[in-house]
C-alpha cells in the first residue's frame, strides 16, 4: 500500500519495521489480556450484575438515547410498540394468504421463501447490488417533495469486505469527503445473503442511504448554519431515530405502493427496533439470559437466528445504544405531529432543521418548538 501510494522509498521501508515490531507485539498483548479475562467470565449477560448495575444501565441509556428512562420504562416502550408493530405486520400477511402461525413464525417462513432469496453466490450478491442501486435510483427524483435542500454528494452502495463481513454490522453509512473526492457510501454485508431477504432491502435502503444517513449527515456537513464541530457530533437517538423515521417517511411518499411484502419488510424493521427495547432493558434490567433473549428476539421478530444471536451479543457487549433507534424515532415522529398543528408546516420545511446538526433530542425538540411557535 505505501509503494501503491507512492511514497518515498525509505517510508516504504520503515512500514514493515512498525508492523512488525510495534503492531504486532501490540495484539499479541490484546490476545493475552483477552484470553486472561474469559476466564473470568460469567454467563450472565446483563450489567446488573456489576456494581451500580442498574445505575449504570440508566446512565448509559441515557447517553444513547438523550433521554432519561429507566429500564422498566424502556422495556414496557417497547412491548407496547411490539404489539402494535406485530399488529400491522399481522393484517398485511393475512392479506398475502399467510395466517398460519404467529407473526414471527410467518416471517421466518416468508424469509425462507425462494422468491425472495438472491443465490449466496458471487452472481447472487452482483444481483442484491443492483437491486440496491436501483432503490436509491428510484427515491432521488422524489426527495423534492420532502426536502428543500440535497445533498452536493452523491452515494452509492458498496459491499463490506469480506475480510472483515465476519464482526461487521448488517449495514452502515460512511459519509462523502467534503471535497468530492469520494462519494457517500452504503455498505451491506453479504456474508449471507439469506440475512438479506428481497422484501427488506428496499427499507434498509431507505435507512443507511436516502432519505436516512446519508441526506442526514451531508445536510449537517454541508451547512452553513453551523461550525464544523458541530457538523459531526454525535447523538445516536438524533441521528438513528432519524435514519428509522426516513424508512416511515418513504412509506408515507408511497414507495411500497402496490408491495405488501415490501411494507412488511418496512414494519418488519420498526419491529426489529422495538424489540431491541423489549430485549436490550430485559437483559441489563430485567436480569433477562441471554438465550431468553435470543428465543424472544427470533419469535418475536422472524429474523434468521445467526443475525439475531450477533444483535444480541451486540446489546450485551454495548448496553442501552440498541435502544436510540426506536426511541430517537418515536421523538422525531411525535415532533413532526406537533408542528403539523401550525397551518404553515410543511414538510421540507420541517426537515431544514437537519443543517443545525446532530443534538440531543431534548435540544432538537426545543429548536422545532421555537420554529413551529408549539405550545405544550
Known amino acids: 500500500k505505501p509503494t501503491a501510494a507512492g511514497l518515498p522509498a525509505d517510508r516504504v521501508a520503515k512500514a514493515p519495521a512498525l508492523v ?3 503492531i504486532f507485539p501490540a495484539h499479541d498483548r490484546q490476545r493475552a489480556l483477552v484470553t486472561e479475562l474469559r476466564a473470568k467470565a460469567v454467563h450472565d449477560a446483563g450489567c446488573w450484575r456489576l456494581p451500580d448495575g442498574e445505575a449504570y444501565y440508566a446512565a448509559a441509556a441515557e447517553a444513547a438515547t438523550t433521554v432519561k428512562m429507566s429500564g422498566d420504562e424502556i422495556h414496557a416502550l417497547g412491548l407496547e410498540q411490539v404489539a402494535d408493530i406485530s399488529a400491522r405486520i399481522d393484517a398485511i400477511l393475512k392479506g398475502q394468504g399467510m395466517s398460519q402461525g404467529t407473526v414471527g413464525d410467518r416471517l421466518v417462513e416468508l424469509n425462507k421463501r425462494p422468491d425472495q432469496l438472491y443465490p449466496n453466490t458471487d452472481e447472487g450478491r452482483e444481483a442484491l ?96 448554519e453551523i461550525p464544523l464541530i458541530r457538523r459531526r457530533a454525535g447523538f445516536s437517538g438524533y441521528t438513528e431515530g432519524w435514519a428509522l423515521y426516513t424508512e416511515q417517511l418513504a412509506d408515507e411518499m408511497g414507495m411500497f405502493k402496490g408491495d405488501p411484502l415490501g411494507q412488511v419488510g418496512y414494519l418488519q424493521s420498526l419491529l426489529f427496533r422495538a424489540t431491541r427495547l423489549v430485549v ?25 437466528r445467526g443475525r439475531s444471536q450477533g444483535e444480541i451479543d451486540r446489546y450485551t457487549v454495548w448496553p442501552g445504544q440498541a435502544c436510540s433507534y426506536k426511541i430517537g424515532h418515536t421523538a422525531w415522529v411525535r415532533l413532526r405531529d406537533e408542528a403539523k398543528k401550525n397551518p404553515a408546516f410543511t414538510l421540507p420545511e420541517f426537515h431544514k432543521v437537519l443543517a443545525y446538526g446532530p443534538m440531543p433530542l431534548a435540544v432538537l425538540e426545543k429548536l422545532v418548538q421555537d420554529r413551529w411557535m408549539v405550545k405544550r
Open 280 to 304: 436490550d432493558s430485559g437483559m441489563h434490567a430485567k436480569r433477562w439470559s441471554r438465550e431468553k433473549a435470543t428465543d424472544y428476539f427470533i419469535a418475536t421478530t422472524g429474523i434468521a
Open 20 to 22: 512488525e515490531q510495534n
Open 129 to 224: 447490488l443492483a437491486q440496491l442501486n436501483q432503490q436509491i435510483k428510484a427515491m432521488y427524483p422524489r426527495l423534492p417533495e420532502a426536502f428543500a435542500t440535497l445533498p452536493k454528494a452523491p452515494v452509492e452502495v458498496r459491499r463490506v469486505p469480506p475480510s472483515i463481513q465476519a464482526g461487521a454490522p448488517g449495514g452502515y453509512y460512511e459519509a462523502a469527503t467534503l471535497d468530492g473526492s469520494r462519494p457517500g457510501i452504503y455498505y451491506i454485508n453479504l456474508r449471507d445473503t439469506f440475512d438479506r431477504p428481497k422484501f427488506g432491502l428496499a427499507t434498509l435502503t431507505h435507512h443507511e442511504a436516502v432519505p436516512g444517513h446519508h441526506l442526514q449527515v451531508m445536510a449537517a456537513l454541508e451547512s452553513p
